[in-house]
């Protein structure tokens, strides 16, 4: 069955440092999606991608974030300066349709030292 | 702000029970609700969905929405120690977002 995948699962940075987490939607999806969840906190959106574009951002998403979209698989969140409270797990998703079911990867752990 | 409210829990039940879990959400015109699961330090598991009034049943899952209450339920019958772990409602706005707005989940415990 067709996955969403992430990585690296563990990603360990000093504050101010620049982070890029990776995703590979499920091929045939077409909106992608990161959300960030801090340890016992509900899931928080942070931004949707369609057609090479940022369609919806939260307030959370703002300058220090980016998106990208390299190649025809990958799928990318740029934190440019970490903070310590940007400790979190990050999870991607992905969605066949708009107001779609979200298919979500396994997440990848952002620890800010 | 949009809410949507879960009981924390934990909720604990026998196995072979039924688990019921409540969720309430804010915004009137919400259109779709998702029920997922997510074990302790996994990712959201997509179980059910439902956009319409009414009951909908896959196995042992039946979602149940109820737009003029505003409250979505998410029954597990026959529940298994597996079953065991954080229940999320997501429910999808209106308005012209489909960004869905998580509640903070509830815990369920099956103990044998």
């Known amino acids: 069955e067709p996955e969403v995948t992430q990585t690296p699962s563990h990603q360990v940075t000093q504050m101010g440092q620049e982070v890029i987490l990776r995703c590979v939607p499920i091929?045939?999806?077409?909106?992608f999606y990161w959300y960030r969840q801090i340890l016992g906190q509900k899931v928080e959106f942070l931004v949707s991608f369609y057609n090479n574009e940022i369609s919806e951002k939260s307030e959370i998403f703002d300058d220090q974030f980016s998106v990208e979209r390299p190649d025809g698989s990958n799928f990318t969140l740029k934190i440019r300066s970490t903070k310590l409270e940007d400790s979190a797990m990050y999870f991607c998703?992905?969605?066949?349709?708009?107001?779609?079911?979200?298919?979500f990867g396994p997440g990848t752990r952002l620890t800010v030292l | 702000q949009k809410e949507v409210e879960q009981n924390s829990g934990p909720l604990s039940v026998p196995e072979g029970a039924i688990a019921s879990l409540n969720c309430t959400y804010s915004?009137?015109?919400?259109?779709?609700f998702f029920w997922y699961r997510q074990y302790s330090g996994k990712s959201p598991e997509l179980i059910m969905f439902?956009?319409?009034?009414g009951d909908k049943e896959d196995g042992r899952f039946t979602a149940q929405l109820n737009k003029a209450s505003q409250y979505v339920s998410l029954l597990i019958r026959d529940s298994q120690p597996s079953d065991s772990a954080t229940y999320l409602c997501?429910?999808?706005?209106?308005?012209?977002?489909?960004?869905?707005?998580f509640g903070r989940g509830t815990s369920l415990i099956v103990h044998p």
């Open positions: 915004d009137r015109g919400s259109q779709s």
């Open positions: 998703a992905s969605s066949e349709e708009l107001n779609n079911e979200q298919f």
């Open positions: 997501a429910v999808s706005p209106s308005g012209g977002s489909y960004i869905p707005t």
């Open positions: 091929s045939n999806h077409l909106y």
């Open positions: 439902i956009y319409s009034n």
